[in-house]
């Protein structure tokens, strides 16, 4: 074999090997683009796009665990040595003690927005599960033991100016509720509650806006017993100095009416003033039955304070970027008073401190609205701790 024949045969051992290799090789697909999650930066921190669409999502909630002591806000039980040695046949008298009121609650929100040819198309959802420490009748005595509770508090859903929900009623909300304060109802309360809503908002757009709605009631005595709704209109006006907000309530099921007038002022970046007045048309006796029942003890859906008119005022103040005072006062024209003062402090982002001091006190009345016995008034303090997200 000469060296021309080797080399022939060399190369085509090569290429047969080769070609060999070739055929059994291995070939890697392309990997599938990956979708992952876009921000949404249009309404907002905390908003991503769903994946696959044009929908933004915003995942929320917090962790409260609350607790109230004192005769405004803390618990009432048996004393238990009392009760053991009653139970034994000694014949003592069961005492009462004052006890912790205790909360904790579980908050998830979801907030989805996307734009559409009519407006925002909005859905929110807020919902919580709590576990509270409760009073418990036995005859003339009371114990403590915890209940537990599921509850939708939220769902709302927004087209433009169009809103359909289950939400606190257009009584409270067009006139943002009452002060900064955590029990901004002690004493005299403001809101009738939640309730199914129908309602449309005008949006002029220079600080103005009217609201006119519908609302199905709550409750007994104010779930509608009719086709004939109650009905709610309010207006606000908001500027650089602050704003001024006005709501009407019709109750449909006893034809009575009740308003409220609030003025927001900004005296500063720090200090913030307000105040609101109600008024209605109060039966007496409607509200004295509606007590002896364990109902609402007040005259009509709107109508939740005492007598023909309410007050109530307050402020915050804040030190810095951490820090705020809280403070409520409100009187009714049944003489019942109510005050908070409370701190609201951020230890660390996300998670706040808010201890509160309160007073109440008040008359109790017959059918014709006259004062019963003394005074009734106890203090109470309270406690809270939140991890927002």
């Not at 009740?258 to 109060?282: C, H, I, P, T």
Request: net charge negative; glycine share 12%.
């Amino acid at each position: 074999m000469n060296i021309k024949s080797l080399l022939l045969g060399s190369a085509a051992a090569l290429v047969a090997v080769s070609g060999a290799r070739a055929a059994d090789a291995i070939v890697v697909a392309e990997p599938e683009p990956a979708e992952y999650v876009r921000i949404c930066d249009v309404y907002g921190a905390g908003y991503f796009y769903i994946p696959g669409t044009e929908t933004c999502l915003k995942i929320g909630g917090y962790l409260r665990y609350d607790i109230g002591v004192g005769d405004a806000l803390g618990l009432k039980s048996i004393d238990k040595k009392d009760a053991y040695n009653f139970i034994r046949g000694n014949g003592n008298t069961v005492d009462i003690n004052d006890t912790y009121f205790k909360r904790m609650r579980a908050q998830l929100t979801f907030d989805t927005r996307s734009e559409t040819e009519y407006g925002t198309l909005r859905g929110f959802i807020a919902t919580y599960y709590q576990r509270d420490s409760v009073e418990v009748d036995i005859g003339n005595d009371t114990y403590s033991d915890t209940e537990a509770a599921w509850a939708l508090e939220h769902a709302i859903i927004q087209l433009g100016g169009l809103t359909i929900a289950y939400t606190d009623s257009l009584f409270e909300t067009l006139t943002d509720s009452a002060g900064s304060v955590i029990n901004d109802d002690i004493g005299v309360t403001y809101t009738p509650g939640k309730t199914h809503l129908i309602a449309y908002t005008f949006d002029g757009g220079n600080g103005f806006s009217a609201t006119i709605g519908v609302e199905e009631g709550s409750g007994e005595e104010y779930t509608l017993d009719s086709y004939v709704p109650h009905v709610v209109a309010g207006a606000s006006f908001t500027q650089g100095w602050g704003k001024i907000a006005g709501v009407i309530g019709y109750d449909a099921n006893f034809g009575e009416v009740a308003g409220k007038v609030r003025v927001d002022f900004n005296v500063n970046e720090a200090l913030s003033l307000w105040v609101m007045a109600g008024y209605q048309d109060y039966n007496a006796e409607r509200a004295w039955w509606s007590d002896q029942f364990d109902l609402s003890g007040r005259s009509s859906y709107y109508g939740v304070w005492g007598g023909d008119w309410a007050v109530w005022g307050g402020g915050q103040y804040r030190f810095n970027e951490k820090a705020s005072l809280d403070v409520q006062l409100a009187y009714d024209d049944n003489e019942t008073f109510g005050a908070a003062v409370g701190v609201n402090y951020a230890l660390v982002p996300g998670f706040n401190i808010r201890p509160e001091v309160v007073y109440a006190s008040g008359y109790e009345r017959d059918i014709n609205n006259n004062k019963v016995g003394g005074k009734n008034d106890g203090w109470g303090g309270y406690l809270r701790f939140q991890r927002s997200f």
